[in-house]
């Protein structure tokens, strides 16, 4: 067989876990200074360009799609897994040679391989000027003033508070349709494999009436799907005092007679599900407040943690038909041993429970998908037989699938010996890979015969012919254009499939 290093089953247009750099768009800019940002790694990452792309154009810079029409480059990068890593480095021997005919050029380094090596990045990598962590992209302005001056410049600061509630992210290279949108930051979880509690430091969220601010604001530009996004999603919680409230958390009466009414943005988490006597806003709340900005915004989100998702989360899913019948769950292994090594806190039977409570709520249809990984350190083949047979049990509707790599300063690398043969590795992910092909397209036929509503995203890839869009269960649908449009939803009878798409026709707009 074939080894396959890193085969992600997604759907083509799915823009989480691909490892394309995403650029700019190009803006009027006359006489102005030009920035171009590629991303590297998750969807919190590109949501993060969007940031940094609205800080600095405060600053005065446009963007550009071209990396040589630029003053500032800035890479936004991952640090995940080794790859993601030596991809970015790739990259930078590129930039030294556009430097070397630019020498005014400067090149930044965002995010958390910037947060990972520090000033060391600086020592290793000569083309780079700027190096700025997760919680300093306000700092950028300023950074880049320094480094224009000749100076190398350095913010890795992580913070406590800072969530960026208060800026408005640029949407780059956006189909008008759906948007990210970051409810929290960080991650107090410690899973031993993860380098990212420690390039994004410690989990905080976000006013709840931000992010319901942001959703409506897309939502009257024409967007008609959001992802709320977070590594943990389900321990989202907001303390603050809840400005705007008629009804609902302590705070509200700070307003006195002020018709929260009259701010459309602001809205009262539903006091059916507020925690008795506190002002807290959990992931449940705030799912019911976007949810509740319009029946054609659809909700989404990303990442849930087994150990936290609450029946309140799928309950407020089964009561609101924009919230997406999809979860993403992952399980990274299906054996007790292993998990506990994971340090992931819930064990097989726990997963398993938490599988049941989905479908005895939310139903079979209800897509599931997971995160797996191949060859931790000192997985047996009996416990690697045990993932294979957890993902016989869910039947996941789509998986992305990793091989176990070493990250320098996680809890693994300091107490386990990466003992796993590169090549072990790698045969047990193609095991899981074509384990979850067949289950993709099990789930898939499923939906043959059956009529799915479909938000048009755009034209297909393969042919202007075609429209694609995703279901509710975020499956990419192709169908004949005819004379619907991108933004519209469409009912589509399935009439065949790959693992990957479903294919039909429109039934009734
Ligand atoms: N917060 C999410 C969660 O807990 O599921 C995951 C975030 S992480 C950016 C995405 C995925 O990368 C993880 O779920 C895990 O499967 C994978 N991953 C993280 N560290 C890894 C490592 N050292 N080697 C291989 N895969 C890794
Ligand atoms: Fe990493 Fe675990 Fe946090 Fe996810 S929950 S970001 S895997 S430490």
């Known amino acids: 067989m074939t080894l396959i290093p890193e085969l992600t089953i997604l759907q083509p247009d799915d823009k989480e876990h691909i490892d394309l750099p995403r650029t700019l768009e190009d803006e009027l800019a ?6 171009y940002i590629e991303s590297y790694g998750c969807q919190m990452n590109f949501a993060d360009s969007e940031i940094v792309a609205a800080v600095m154009r405060n600053a005065g810079y446009a963007t550009t799609s071209s990396a040589d029409e630029a003053d500032v480059i800035f890479l936004n990068t991952c640090a995940i897994r080794d790859n993601a890593e030596q991809k970015v480095r790739h990259r930078l021997k590129h930039l030294t040679g ?8 400067l090149v930044g380094m965002l995010g958390c391989m910037a947060e990972r090596l520090k000033t060391k990045l600086l020592e290793e990598e000569k083309v780079v000027d700027i190096v700025a962590g997760p919680d300093a ?75 319901v601010r942001e959703a409506q604001d897309l939502f009257d530009q024409g967007y ?36 929260a009414s009259a701010t459309p943005h602001r809205r009262a988490a539903p006091s059916s599900l507020l925690t008795p006597n506190t002002n807290i806003t959990t992931f449940a709340h705030l799912l019911e407040m976007v949810a509740q900005i319009h029946p054609d915004l659809r909700v989404r989100f990303s990442t849930s943690h087994p150990k936290d998702i609450t029946d309140d989360v799928l309950h407020t899913m089964a009561r609101y038909d924009n919230i997406c019948n999809y979860i993403h769950l992952p399980a990274q292994s299906g054996n007790s041993r292993v998990l506990k090594l994971m340090n992931r ?19 079979e249809d209800c897509g599931i998908s997971t995160d797996m990984i191949s060859g931790f350190c000192t997985e047996t083949e009996d416990e690697h037989q045990d993932s294979l047979s957890l993902m016989d049990y869910v039947h996941y509707d789509y998986a992305y699938m990793f091989a176990y790599s070493e990250r320098p300063g996680t809890l693994a690398a300091k107490k386990y010996a990466d003992d796993i043969p590169e090549d072990v590795k790698k045969r047990r992910l193609n095991e899981i890979i074509a384990r979850q092909l067949t289950h993709s397209a099990a789930r898939n036929q499923r939906h043959i015969g059956q009529v799915q509503r479909v938000l048009i995203e755009g034209t297909s890839k393969r042919s202007d012919d075609f429209l694609c869009g995703r279901n509710d269960q975020n499956k990419m649908v192709v ?31």
């Open 30 to 35: 006359v006489g102005k200074k030009r920035l």
């Open 98 to 105: 556009l430097k070397r005919q630019k020498p005014e050029l």
């Open 345 to 363: 806190t819930y064990d097989r039977p726990w997963y398993i429970g938490k599988i049941d409570r989905i479908r005895e709520i939310l139903g």
């Open 479 to 509: 169908f004949p254009k005819g004379n619907h449009q991108k933004g519209q939803y469409v009912n589509v009878l399935v009439t065949e499939c790959t693992s990957a798409t479903l294919r039909g026709e429109v039934v009734n707009a």
């Open 224 to 259: 008609r799907e959001v992802t709320l996004l977070g590594q943990n999603v389900d321990s989202y919680k907001w303390e603050g005092v809840v400005l705007g409230a008629r009804t609902g958390p302590p705070g509200g009466e700070e307003r006195g007679e002020e018709d």
């Open 137 to 211: 992209y306000r700092d950028i302005p300023k950074l880049v003033e320094e480094a224009e001056s000749g100076q190398k410049a350095v913010n890795v600061f992580l913070s406590r508070e800072e969530t960026y509630a208060d800026i408005s992210p640029i949407r780059l290279n956006s189909n008008g349709v759906t948007a990210f949108v970051s409810i929290m930051r960080g991650c107090d979880n410690m899973c031993s494999f993860c380098v990212v509690p420690f390039t994004r430091g410690r989990e905080r969220s976000r006013d709840p009436f931000s992010i």
